[in-house]
């Protein structure tokens, strides 16, 4: 679990959006609910501030070691329809 403080313009990762900021809270019991924005794909997302800390679900707050292959990544899948399925 990350001891890190979480606030406005923090840094944040998507497995999917790439990185991203936390852009407000709003308070749900004993949890914030966090929501962050991703600016390359336009979009916004939330996630309780304990699961955030985690680092187990799509929004974390460390970067995903290792990098998928091309042909794990959203890019090298639509790649692929568009070629056919990669049927020869």
Same mark, same amino acid.
């Given at each position: 679990?990350?001891?890190?403080?979480?606030?406005?313009?923090? @840094?944040?990762?998507? &497995?999917?959006? %790439?990185?991203?900021?936390?852009?407000?809270?709003?308070?749900?019991? @004993? /949890?914030?609910?966090?929501?962050?924005? =991703?600016? /390359? =794909? @336009?979009?916004?997302? %939330?996630?309780? &501030?304990? !699961?955030?800390?985690?680092?187990? =679900? &799509?929004? #974390?707050?460390?970067?995903? !070691?290792? !990098?998928?292959?091309? @042909?794990?990544?959203?890019?090298?899948?639509? %790649? /692929?329809?568009? #070629?056919? %399925?990669?049927?020869?």
């Amino acid at each position: 679990m990350s001891n890190r403080e979480v606030k406005q313009g923090t @840094k944040v990762y998507h &497995e999917l959006y %790439g990185s991203g900021y936390v852009v407000s809270f709003i308070h749900r019991h @004993k /949890d914030r609910l966090v929501w962050c924005s =991703f600016p /390359d =794909f @336009k979009t916004h997302e %939330g996630i309780l &501030e304990t !699961k955030l800390r985690t680092n187990e =679900f &799509e929004i #974390r707050l460390t970067k995903p !070691k290792g !990098k998928k292959n091309k @042909k794990e990544t959203l890019e090298g899948i639509l %790649g /692929d329809l568009l #070629r056919g %399925g990669g049927q020869g």
